[in-house]
């Protein structure tokens, strides 16, 4: 029974899950700017959002967001935004 616990152990603290998604948010041009914001388990801003990336890469009008979700132990976020 305790190797089949530890066994379990193992393979959960190994696996992985990456959720990727990408939108067409409006009808503008993709843009050659383009935002990036990441953010740790342990980071301490967590803001993230399609609005805060674009204002810090000085994005008026948003062209594309891809947002990424990778949770391996611990989760991991991170939104991309291109635009003009």
């Known amino acids: 029974m305790k190797k089949l616990t530890l066994l379990a152990a193992v393979v959960f603290s190994l696996s992985s899950c990456v959720v990727y998604e990408s939108h067409t948010v409006t009808g503008n041009p993709i843009g050659t700017k383009r935002?990036?914001?990441k953010v740790g388990a342990f980071s301490k801003n967590k803001d993230f959002t399609m609005a805060t990336?674009?204002?810090?890469a000085k994005i008026d009008k948003i062209g594309s967001v891809d947002t990424k979700l990778t949770y391996?132990?611990?989760?991991?976020?991170?939104?991309v935004v291109t635009g003009e």
Do not use: C, D, H, M
């Not at 990336?53 to 810090?56: M, V």
């Open 72 to 79: 391996f132990i611990l989760p991991f976020y991170k939104t």
């Open 35 to 37: 935002g990036v914001s």
């Open 53 to 56: 990336t674009a204002k810090k």
